[in-house]
């Protein structure tokens, strides 16, 4: 093997194993947490029937809950490893499908938003460098107002003026492609704000940089200056950004199903604490914890692939 | 001959918040085919402003007026932003200083250089592939195919200076735009980098040259105007200008280059044992890849109370690893280091850090070693030691006042931050800071190299001063061999990381030993360097 593949394969291998701890503690904390709520599983189980007494002891059999806490934990792990999420105490179906089922539409949620709220704020950044600097302040304020507007809010707004009032899209559901723009502009709102205030700023910061300058002086057009010159140097600060975004469009997912009466992963999240649900709680945390781990790779590729001064760096 | 740039009563005002401030006054040249121009002062004389007016390129907030502005026969007063553009590039090229942030760092050589061949005219890719590798050779760069695929930071500074300067003349441009093209570069890349230039105005291109350093500038130019807030003061031949200034100022500048600054001080035979000394210190780096970098080998060095060393070397010869482990922040992988006489290197750092106010160091650019957010009265304070330190309130003020006033600086500096003082402002905070502490040692690390000459000149003669007022050690680690021979009473020269020559500085520039350092003095502008050259 040579070496950069040597280099590389270390690389993988070093990120793969950083993955697993990460994934490992935070089903631990949640499992920890979860446990140590009060109220026991065999009423959530039970529901309405935790008095019938014979049920309870089927119960505690069925899950294994008169064995030690410690002997559970690991018995949730082996199941992990064997890739059984376990059952759902409410639903009663397999973890594996329910999450399965619910996790397209919040993907699609998701990355729609990050979409517009990402070429929006590009395109807001590369149209407005040169604005006077009053234009410049309303814009900002605009940016200021998408941030702080409740998502909640904007969203029930939104359904009001656009769907109930002159009927362009649909309320609710996940059938259609316009049934998601709702969603997925509500949800793009903060996102976009701050994403455009940071990639204006970065673009204005480094238009006095000498190799634009450098640039200027070889005749180029101000179209190519700044998508060939600017934009990349604001990607690359704007990417580890859009990565910690995650959190934000997670968090947004669960108010946004909700309002809009989508299904998805964040109404599925809802439910479950609601009911106490805890494989199904188990599996969220398990999934977000993925795409943090995943998103974060993507976004440390890119950077080293659009600024190759960052993997000298590193090494 | 035509002339390619014409210039008539130029004047440039920005508009500032108490209305227009005038930058540049009745300024007026011709330059023909094959000819340079050089535009010579201080920072704040509008010679980079005029530089980039020839390109259009003043800024929005500037305003330029002239009586005739022609560049390669278009009329830059009635260009359009547009028309600029089809200028730019194609009838005029630009190099700026320091390729490192003049090319674009995420954009290969290739790529920047290709942009410049194709912003005027379309061309098929093998061409423009050909063409790139072309400009990339004639512009000296060995091993072109290599190079076209690496970014600025890749490249020796030389390498990536001249890549800068390939960008620029790409499309065939008739007039180039220099300004500081080899300031922050070693003297033999300077040297390279000026018969590159050279070599392209032989060729018949106009050069228009902007300097700060009056000895660059003689190497090739063949007019200078001596620019000063705005203005033109003198102008003429660069060998009338360097002998026979009779402008006060000129005479000021011509004064500070370093080589008609009295002569290096006499060397005194006194036998004391040296405040710093290094005794065959080696550090090896280990490579990523495996290999072993040798970066110091077998280097001793000694200081004495009172005396300058003065360490020269091209980057790469292990000035900073010298530097480092001197300053006791790397450990040597052999020999020793001592300070005043008891171990400084192979010494827990617990003992050594009540002895680090010993040392000092003033860095390169200071602007980098304070914190942004201190003002001056804190980045002072924080460096007062003993019971100095526990000073407050007036008492403490007092302290810094009188410390800023040893360096020639008012009170009024003490609640100002870095940002809102000039470049020697900042340099002699940084020297106040190093001398709050009481050192017996201070180390400069190319402190007065970002500096203009006449600033470059006042700070020499502080430390000088500073030096002989408290018996002051220096060691002074610079690649500028002109203000190493004026402050400096021995010379190590570096090389590959071993002493190739050392002595005192008089001997050393008489009589070179070792072909390195007779090239280095051959490289030295011949304005600069008096009776080597």
């Known amino acids: 093997m040579t070496d950069t593949g040597r280099a590389l394969l270390r690389v993988v291998l070093r990120r793969l194993a950083g993955a697993l701890v990460v994934l490992w503690a935070a089903v631990t904390v949640t499992f920890v947490g979860l446990r140590a709520m009060p109220g026991s599983v065999e009423d959530v189980v039970l529901g309405v029937h935790a008095n019938d007494p014979g049920l309870r002891e089927q119960v505690r059999d069925a899950l294994g809950l008169d064995r030690p806490v410690l002997v559970q934990y690991l018995d949730f792990l082996a199941g992990l ?3 059984d999420l376990g059952r759902s105490y409410v639903q009663r179906t397999d973890v594996a499908d329910l999450i399965g089922s ?18 929006t704020a590009w395109l807001v950044a590369v149209l407005t460098v040169d604005r006077p600097p009053a234009s410049l302040r309303l814009l900002s304020a605009v940016e200021m107002l998408a941030i702080c507007v409740p998502t909640f809010w904007a969203g029930s707004l939104l359904l009001l003026l656009l769907s109930y009032r002159w009927g362009w899209f649909p309320a609710a559901g996940a059938g259609s492609p316009s049934a998601l723009v709702l969603p997925a502009l509500t949800l793009a709102l903060p996102i976009g704000g701050i994403l455009g205030q940071f990639l204006r700023e970065e673009v204005a910061r480094r238009q006095h940089d000498p190799f634009v300058l450098s640039a200027r002086a070889r005749g180029i057009s101000p179209l190519r200056l700044r998508t060939v010159h600017l934009v990349p140097h604001a990607a690359v600060a704007s990417l580890t950004l859009a990565g910690n975004m995650l959190g934000a469009l997670i968090g947004g997912a669960v108010v946004v199903e909700t309002v809009f009466g989508r299904p998805g992963l964040g109404r599925t999240a809802l439910t479950a604490v609601q009911g106490k649900d805890m494989p199904v709680l188990l599996a969220v945390v ?13 976004v440390d590729t890119a950077a080293v692939l659009i600024d190759p001064r960052l993997q000298e760096v590193r090494r | 001959m035509t002339t390619v740039l014409s210039v008539r009563d130029l004047a440039l005002t920005y508009a500032g918040p108490t209305g227009p401030v005038p930058a540049v006054r009745g300024v007026s040249f011709d330059l023909e085919p094959g000819r340079c121009l050089a535009l010579v002062g201080e920072s704040g004389s509008g010679k980079s402003t005029i530089a980039r007016a020839l390109l259009g390129l003043a800024g929005p907030a500037a305003t330029v007026t002239a009586t005739e502005l022609t560049v390669d026969g278009e009329d830059g007063l009635t260009l359009t932003e547009a028309g600029w553009r089809r200028v730019r590039g194609d009838r005029v090229g630009l190099v700026l200083q320091d390729a490192l942030q ?10 920047e250089v290709a942009e410049a061949l194709t912003a005027h005219r379309r061309m098929p890719r093998p061409e423009r592939r050909r063409r790139v590798l072309e400009l990339l050779r004639a512009a000296g760069i060995p091993d072109p195919e290599q190079r076209a695929r690496q970014h600025a930071h890749e490249l020796s500074g030389g390498l990536r ?4 300067i390939a960008t620029a003349i790409a499309a065939g441009p008739r007039v180039l735009i220099a300004d500081e093209p080899t300031t922050a570069l070693d003297v033999t890349v300077q040297r390279q980098v000026l018969d590159l230039l050279g070599g392209l105005t032989a060729d018949g291109m106009a050069l228009v040259l902007v300097s700060h350093d009056l000895a660059v500038v003689a190497e090739i130019a063949d007019h200078v105007l001596v620019l000063r807030d705005g203005e ?8 009338r200008i360097l002998h026979d200034p009779r402008h006060p100022y000129t005479r000021e500048l011509v004064a500070a280059l370093p080589v008609d600054a009295p002569p290096a001080r006499e060397a005194e035979d006194r036998p004391e044992p040296p405040v710093l000394a290094a005794e065959r210190v080696s550090v090896t780096y280990h490579r990523p890849g495996g290999g072993r970098l040798t970066a110091l080998d077998d280097v001793s060095v000694r200081v004495e109370r009172g005396r300058t060393l003065g360490v020269v070397g091209e980057s790469g010869s292990g000035k900073s690893t010298l530097l480092r482990v001197l300053l006791g922040l790397q450990e040597p992988d052999g020999g020793e280091v001592t300070l005043d006489g008891a171990a400084w290197s192979g010494v827990p750092e617990r003992a050594r850090r009540p002895r680090r106010p ?6 390169q650019d200071p602007l980098a070693a304070f914190d942004p957010r201190w003002t001056v009265h804190r980045l002072l304070g924080e460096a007062l030691t003993g019971e100095r330190a526990a000073l407050r309130g007036p008492a403490r003020r007092e302290v810094l006042v009188d410390a800023l006033t040893d360096v020639g600086l008012g009170p009024d500096l003490l609640d100002r931050y870095p940002i809102a003082l000039s470049g020697g402002q900042r340099q002699r905070v940084a020297i106040a800071r190093a001398l709050v502490a009481e050192p017996e040692v201070l180390v400069c690390d190319e402190a007065v190299s970002a500096l203009d000459v006449l600033v470059q000149d006042q700070v020499l003669a502080l430390l000088a001063r500073l030096q ?14 002109a203000v190493i021979r004026q402050i400096s009473d021995e010379v190590v020269v570096l090389r590959e990381g071993r002493v190739v020559e050392r002595g005192p500085v008089q001997t050393v520039w008489e009589h070179p030993a070792h072909p390195y350092s007779r090239r280095l003095l051959a490289d030295l502008p011949t304005a600069l360097s008096g009776t080597a050259g």
């Not at chain 1, 619910?102 to 070429?119: D, H, N, Y």
């Not at chain 2, 003049?102 to 790529?111: A, E, K, N």
């Not at chain 2, 033109?232 to 060998?239: A, T």
């Not at chain 2, 002989?468 to 061999?481: I, K, T, W």
Request: hydrophobic share 55%; aromatic share 2%; charged share 15%.
């Open chain 2, 468 to 481: 002989r007022e408290r018996g002051l050690a220096l060691v002074f680690v610079s690649h500028d061999l």
């Open chain 1, 81 to 83: 490893a064997r890739g």
């Open chain 1, 102 to 119: 619910q996790i397209g539409p919040t993907v699609q949620l998701a990355v729609a938003a990050l979409l517009i709220a990402g070429v």
């Open chain 2, 232 to 239: 033109v003061v003198e102008e003429g031949p660069p060998r």
């Open chain 2, 358 to 363: 010993r040392m000092q160091i003033v860095a």
């Open chain 2, 102 to 111: 003049s090319l674009d760092p995420l954009r290969s050589v290739s790529r």
């Open chain 1, 286 to 298: 398990l999934i977000v914890a993925a795409a943090y781990v995943l998103v974060s790779a993507v």
């Open chain 2, 161 to 164: 200076q001249r890549a800068l």
